[in-house]
């Protein structure tokens, strides 16, 4: 079959072009700076400047960092906040992986619209109209290869972020850690990624961007922050975000009073809440609104009683805050920092399970420093909305990581009581501190030991169900096997790669649960003319009545009706992997290239040619932004939018001699170390309780438990010591969260 003939005359040029067009470069000798290569660069003129002639607004400065984040002062690095004179009263970390533009977004946003918020302070000796020039906002990306690229469109459209032959992998034979970038952005992209200028109340912003070159976990985050740019800009207060938490629109401010008007705070966190979505959509997901509960209870009853003591077991990192020379260590080198710090080099044969959590002991630390009574408090009103997991096998793999540190850091805490004595509390602080370690103590202990004994209670003839027994009977064969398949399924898989198991497993448990409730109620109602019935029954109500009554006390009840339900049915799983975060790069890449000096300490670099080739970068990263996910759904708007959418050093030996292991070996090493530690603990925690079911079964019939003639039998008696034991512990808790409350109405 032959093609009809082209009726008119056709001219051919090609295809459209595809892909991004090359643009034009020069090269550029530059000087170093102390040794450093740092390069000042214009940014793109279609950027749109509110605030157009200021030096840090037309230029982005970058710099190849060349060294460990101890050494960046020492290797003469430098920021542009200490060379404009500047104090610095507020410095917020923003700590990111691999999170989307729309979480970057959402928590950019939310710190911009708290620095408008302390711009608008009238009446305060801190801030006023300039109070942007005293808060620096630091965003420390883990891993150039790993960052989201919508997250580097988005520092480009904001003028932070500059691609380009600027970036090295190698500076004179040394090898480049982080890209560092500083700008001071005068807009701002919200949630729906949208610009927003002054005129929607957005103030500048001073940046510093650490992209670091490898995957080095988010505690070599923090180091960097509280390490190499910390001691340069010597801060009052330090914020600790996560991406993905959106403060509130005056949450870093209720932080900071909380520094400004009690001298010897020394750690704050404010109120972590689940993101629920428009109209709380979010809460229609039963994961989802079962964490939203269990939040809602932290933040009413378990830290404002920590506060109260003086202690708070754990500031969260997605939203906290530190006074930073509550932070600084002793002149011999010890003290919280060196403490949070000493467990991020993990190696088998280096460091202990213990001093491998250490970064999570940091409150412990700061309260028990020595000469010095720093306490840590709770702000209630300072929100800070998170993302919580949404589907099963992220949130097994989050408990994994809570479980498993919580534990440790607790354990270490407890084991190290004898450091608070040596703090400068007062008698009364340490008497007091004292009383909430053996709180937190007895709460390790029952959380160890926490076995509730139901089954097989309504086969009892006084309840009248004969037949209840071959149901029990069913009940505990599928609830035994659904136990052994979750140990095996911990053992050979991830989360992600056994959901549909786990889902299953899920389901059967809340089921399971239902079952339990119901099982309950008809207990309940027989233990009510039995001997210590009354006391089961008291203690019930107690538990209860202290989350609906500290809920309304609190005036925020609306969990108790939109999540009790799903926190009931839902269970907390325990698992036998320890995880210690994401694995960190080893090999360094060489994609960016080398810059070598010559005899006059310059160095030859490559740069746009023209205004319009920077105008080039700036277009792509707006179509990245408009291709993107997100944008999908909606048009990117604005006048920049135009039309559219180390290990410890070993000790020298000379016999016999000790073969050095090489990183990957060193891994192994770790790996095995710490898989004979979960399985010590696994197989005690199994043992232990198993030894505790054997002594309050044996002797007795489950069966006979509510038998108005048996009397007080140990499966009855058990029952009865857990109820009491966590109405009183409720009660505590009560007591705690509303003295809590008094204060804030008496203090304001």
Avoid at 36 to 50: E, G, I, T
């Amino acid at each position: 079959m032959t093609e009809p003939e082209t009726p008119v005359e056709t001219r051919h040029f090609g295809p459209a072009p595809i892909g991004r067009i090359r643009r034009r470069l020069k090269k550029k000798r530059v000087h170093l700076t102390n040794g450093n290569l740092v390069v000042d660069l214009s940014v793109p003129p279609k950027l749109v400047l509110p605030y157009r002639g200021e030096p840090e607004m037309v230029q982005t400065r970058y710099s190849a960092v060349t060294c460990d984040p101890d050494d960046f002062e020492k290797e003469k690095f430098f920021l542009r906040q200490n060379e404009s004179g500047r104090t610095t009263e507020l410095f917020i970390v923003i700590t990111m992986y691999n999170e989307d533009e729309v979480l970057f977004c959402r928590t950019m946003y939310g710190v911009m619209r708290n620095i408008a918020h302390l711009c608008s302070r009238k009446h305060s000796q801190t801030w006023g109209p300039d109070a942007w020039k005293k808060v620096v906002v630091c965003i420390v990306a883990d891993g150039r290869k790993k960052i989201h690229p919508q997250v580097l469109d988005c520092l480009t459209v904001l003028g932070v972020y500059q691609p380009g032959d600027h970036m090295k992998n190698m500076v004179n034979g040394k090898e480049v850690t982080a890209h560092l970038f500083e700008y001071t952005t005068s807009f701002a992209l919200d949630p729906n990624i949208q610009f927003r200028y002054p005129d929607k109340g957005i103030v500048p912003t001073q940046i510093i961007f650490c992209m670091k070159e490898k995957n080095q976990k988010k505690i070599n985050s923090h180091r960097w922050f509280f390490n190499a740019f910390a001691p340069m800009l010597q801060p009052n207060i330090c914020v600790l975000l996560d991406v993905g938490t959106r403060p509130g629109n005056n949450s870093i401010y209720k932080l900071w009073k909380t520094f400004d008007v009690n001298s010897n705070v020394g750690g704050a966190c404010g109120e972590i809440a689940v993101y629920k979505g428009k109209n709380w959509k979010n809460l229609l997901n039963p994961l989802v609104a079962a964490q939203n509960f269990e939040y809602k209870l932290s933040n009413i009853l378990d830290k404002p009683t920590e506060s109260m003591f003086g202690y708070i077991s754990v500031l969260p990192g997605a939203f906290s805050a530190y006074r930073w020379i509550a932070l600084q260590n002793s002149k011999d080198g010890q003290g919280p920092l060196a403490s949070y710090f000493k467990g991020e080099v993990l190696h088998g044969g280096d460091t202990d399970i213990f001093t491998s959590n250490m970064y999570r002991i940091l409150c412990f630390e700061l309260i028990a420093k020595a000469n010095s009574n720093w306490v840590l408090r709770y702000v209630k009103g300072a929100i800070g909305e998170t993302d919580v997991p949404e589907s099963l096998p992220e949130f097994i793999s989050q408990r994994r990581r809570w479980l498993n540190g919580s534990f440790f850091a607790a354990v270490y805490a407890i084991a190290h009581t004898g450091q608070i004595l040596r703090s400068g509390h007062s008698t009364s602080r340490k008497v007091t501190l004292m009383i909430e370690t053996v709180y937190n103590l007895i709460n390790l202990v029952f959380s160890w030991f926490a076995i509730v004994i139901l089954s097989s209670s309504l086969e009892d003839p006084s309840f009248g169900m004969p037949s209840i027994r071959y149901f029990n009977a069913l009940v505990q064969y599928f609830l035994a096997s659904i136990i052994i398949a979750c140990f095996l399924m911990s053992m050979g898989n991830k989360p992600k790669a056994a959901h549909r198991k786990y889902k299953l497993a899920s389901v059967f448990l809340g089921v399971l649960m239902i079952y339990i409730m119901v099982a309950s109620v008809f207990c309940g109602i027989a233990a009510a003319s039995q001997v210590g019935g009354p006391l089961v029954l008291l203690s019930v109500a107690i538990t209860y009545g202290v989350y609906v009554t500290s809920s309304l006390l609190a005036f925020d009840p609306w969990h108790i009706m939109t999540s009790f339900l799903p926190y009931l049915l839902a269970l907390l799983y325990l698992s036998d992997r320890i995880s210690w975060g994401t694995k960190q790069d080893t090999v360094p890449d060489k994609d960016l290239g080398t810059a070598v000096q010559d005899s006059h300490s310059q160095v030859d670099i490559e740069v746009l040619a023209e205004a319009a080739d920077a105008n080039g970068i700036y277009e792509d990263a707006l179509e990245g932004l408009r291709t993107s996910k997100f944008a999908n759904g909606g048009t990117l708007k604005g006048p920049g939018a135009k039309d559219g959418k180390v290990g410890r050093s070993e000790s020298k030996r000379i016999r016999p001699k000790r073969k050095v292991l090489s990183e990957r070996e060193r891994e192994l090493a770790a790996m095995d170390y710490y898989a004979d530690v979960r399985t010590n603990v696994l197989l005690t925690w199994v043992l232990s309780n198993g030894v505790l079911l054997l002594l309050i079964l044996s002797g007795s019939s489950p069966s006979s438990t509510f038998d108005p003639e048996a009397g007080v039998s140990r499966t009855k008696g058990y029952l009865m010591f857990i109820l009491a034991f966590a109405a009183i512990t409720n009660s505590v808790r009560f007591v705690g969260s509303t003295l809590y409350l008094l204060m804030r109405v008496f203090t304001a």
